[in-house]
């Protein structure tokens, strides 16, 4: 095998040798991935002599290596596309299919044959539309004695069968009409006789999205002007659809989302307000989300009107693609090209399509602006991007010392030029805040200087013998961002601080977007649900997702505990990987309509359900809540972080949950 491999590798040496120079390498062919999806596609002569076609297939696959599985001493080679044949006895086989890539990796596959004489027994088909792709079918067969069966599609101008599969698999088959069909299915063996199911089987087109759009990120009300959207507040529409619309409408629901649902669509016509119209002049882009089925191919497009000014521009959709959400971004100045030249007082809002489009689902209409609200997330600390100056920073540990801020193009951050160097600490920023002894902290800040030198960040104590976990970093010209995982095994109190001291070195020394967080980082997905309710599930069901709410431009997690019962009765969990034996960090923000109690915590999401959670009170104020948990007696990688709220009535509304392993 190695003397293979050294032959693949040596061929491919030659072909680049000319373009190679001595500081050149080839290792990136070590890289070069071992081939997947590897199968054997049999057929099998239907005459009672035992002759096996075989074709080997996989991904990344150059070159096999074929074992018959029988009493034959030696493997055939087939480069990729080639088949074998080989006479079988009747009986049961495992061929095994080596496969190459082209610097001689291999990996392998095992694959049953059956070479019986005997006429096919037992045959069980199943049959049923694909829940997701439009006009498909899965077929999978099993039969006693067979080695594999065709598929009889009924459709006319067709050639049939239009595939032979290997008994026991699947074929996937679509349709390109939707419609009842007379199908077969032929299992064959080495024998003459065969086993026949037929049945006449309705082929369905899916006319309706299957899941909800994708959630909008959350946006400052200055930034966004929405006209149907669950994600914002909407604007007031005086009339929706117009009485002189061209289409059906109907405003209904996907997975509890509102979308309009649009049926022979020529043009939907909504006013906004004749007399004032909505101001959508310091919008930089619109936003749609639209639904068609699979092979609609209207051209749609969005009209603004301003009646005031009898203005009015077109902008296109793009190209239709069907069969999946499409999200599309337009450029405001797109609508500059027509004679719109007020964008002040939009009265009048059209979604048009190019001939009449069966069937258009609508959701997430709206125009927005570059969010004027930092997205910095500080974590433990208070105003680590320093844009409310030097609140909460101070000089060493001194209360009473701000620091000095600057500003330049519109960004603020911690500066200061150390003229002279000395201790350290001598040169310090500090924040005071509390530091829990034996945990693991994330120090992550930007820093740039006027030159490369090095400056201590880390955490301590304010006082006493100032013990702390600190450590140096060389920062240069560039800004750039660092990131530390620090200790406080030995140490902690209320009033720790977060320190960068600096005075060791001279020159310019400049910090910004400061953020300290328990733990190594939220392992948690979507955690302050503005994604929706991606990765955020009801018990350990995959299927059902949880309930979220958006209420301004905040969306969490809500429910309403009607009945008391058992507390995992209800329940929000998200699955993700729990290590055995490790320490974790919880917290998560959570308030109801009045106090009540929830669980909280870790555990796994099948067999006994270990778990380590514990009792929370909540209250009708928003509060961050913070707990320490164990997995000593459990890990999964498809564990959970779960709340059970069922054994209590009343509302419990979550965000901002974070998960960091200690």
């Avoid at 991904?59 to 055939?76: N, R």
């Avoid at 945990?439 to 030159?451: H, V």
């Avoid at 009170?617 to 948990?629: D, K, M």
Wanted: glycine share 8%; hydrophobic share 40%.
């Amino acid at each position: 095998m190695k003397y293979l491999k050294t032959i693949y590798k040596a061929i491919i040496l030659l072909i680049f040798v000319s373009a190679c120079t001595e500081s050149e390498n080839l290792d990136f062919l070590d890289n070069i991935p071992v081939p997947t999806n590897i199968a054997a596609t049999y057929n099998i002569s239907q005459d009672n002599t035992g002759v096996v076609t075989i074709t080997p297939t996989a991904e990344g696959a150059t070159s096999f290596d074929v074992y018959y599985g029988d009493a034959t001493a030696t493997s055939v080679k087939l480069e990729q596309g080639k088949k074998t044949v080989h006479t079988y006895a009747e009986g049961n086989y495992d061929v095994k299919v080596v496969a190459y890539n082209s610097v001689g990796k291999t990996a392998e596959f095992i694959q049953p044959l059956v070479v019986s004489f005997q006429a096919p027994q037992n045959l069980m088909v199943t049959v049923a539309n694909d829940a997701s792709v439009s006009k498909q079918l899965n077929i999978k067969a099993t039969a006693d004695f067979a080695a594999m069966y065709d598929f009889y599609s009924g459709e006319a101008d067709v050639s049939q069968p239009v595939a032979t599969v290997n008994i026991g698999e699947v074929l996937k088959y679509q349709y390109k009409e939707a419609g009842t069909y007379d199908i077969k299915v032929v299992a064959k063996g080495g024998a003459i006789a065969t086993a026949e199911y037929t049945v006449n089987f309705e082929v369905t087109e899916i006319l309706a999205p299957l899941k909800a759009a994708p959630t909008p990120p959350k946006r400052d009300a200055a930034d966004v002007i929405s006209i149907f959207s669950d994600a914002y507040t909407n604007v007031t529409l005086n009339e929706l659809p117009t009485s002189w619309s061209l289409t059906g409408f109907d405003a209904t629901t996907i997975e509890n989302n509102n979308v309009w649902k649009l049926s022979n669509l020529d043009f939907l016509g909504m006013v906004t307000n004749y007399d004032n119209g909505i101001d959508i002049s310091s919008m930089e882009k619109l936003h749609i989300d639209y639904w068609v089925p699979t092979e609609t191919t209207n051209e749609l497009s969005i009209k603004i009107v301003n009646t005031v000014d009898s203005g009015e521009a077109v902008a296109s959709l793009g190209t239709t693609a069907g069969g999946s959400w499409q999200s599309i971004e337009i450029d405001m100045a797109v609508f500059d090209g027509g004679n719109l030249a007020n964008k002040n007082k939009i009265t009048q809002i059209l979604i048009d399509s190019d001939g009449l489009a069966g069937i258009v689902y609508i959701a997430n209409f709206y125009f927005y602006k570059a969010s004027t609200v930092s997205s910095f997330d500080d974590g433990l600390l208070i105003n680590g991007d320093f844009e409310n100056g030097s609140d909460s920073w101070i000089v060493g540990v001194d209360n009473n010392a701000p620091v000095s801020v600057v500003t330049n193009g519109g960004n603020t951050y911690y500066s200061a030029d150390v003229t002279a160097a000395g201790n350290s600490y001598d040169v310090n920023v500090s924040q005071k805040l509390e530091i829990l002894q034996g945990k693991t902290y994330t120090l992550t800040f930007d820093a740039w200087s006027d030159a490369n030198r090095s400056i201590i960040a880390g955490i301590g104590l304010s006082g006493g013998d100032f013990s702390n976990d600190s450590k140096p970093v060389n920062i240069t010209a560039t800004r750039t961002t660092y990131s530390l995982i620090l200790s406080s095994t030995n140490f902690g109190a209320a009033d720790a601080r977060v320190l960068f001291d600096l005075g060791a070195e001279t020159g310019l020394v400049n910090i910004d977007n400061v953020s300290l967080i328990i733990g190594t980082g939220n392992i948690v997905t979507n955690g302050n649900f503005e994604n929706g309710n991606d990765s955020w599930l009801i018990g350990v069901d995959d299927n059902a997702p949880a309930p979220v709410v958006t209420n301004g431009d905040n969306t969490y997690y809500s429910v309403d505990v009607t009945a008391a019962g058992n507390s995992y009765d209800v329940n929000l969990s998200q699955k993700l990987e729990i290590i055995q034996g490790s320490s974790y960090t919880l917290t998560f923000d959570a308030w109801s309509e009045g106090e009540r109690s929830i669980i909280a915590g870790i555990g796994l999401s099948g067999g006994d359900f270990s778990s380590d959670s514990k009792p929370v009170n909540i209250t009708a104020t928003r509060t961050t809540y913070t707990i320490s948990l164990s997995s000593d007696n459990f890990g999964a990688t498809d564990a959970r972080v779960l709340f059970d709220l069922g054994a209590e009535t009343g509302v419990v509304n979550i965000d901002d949950v974070s998960l960091s392993s200690n």
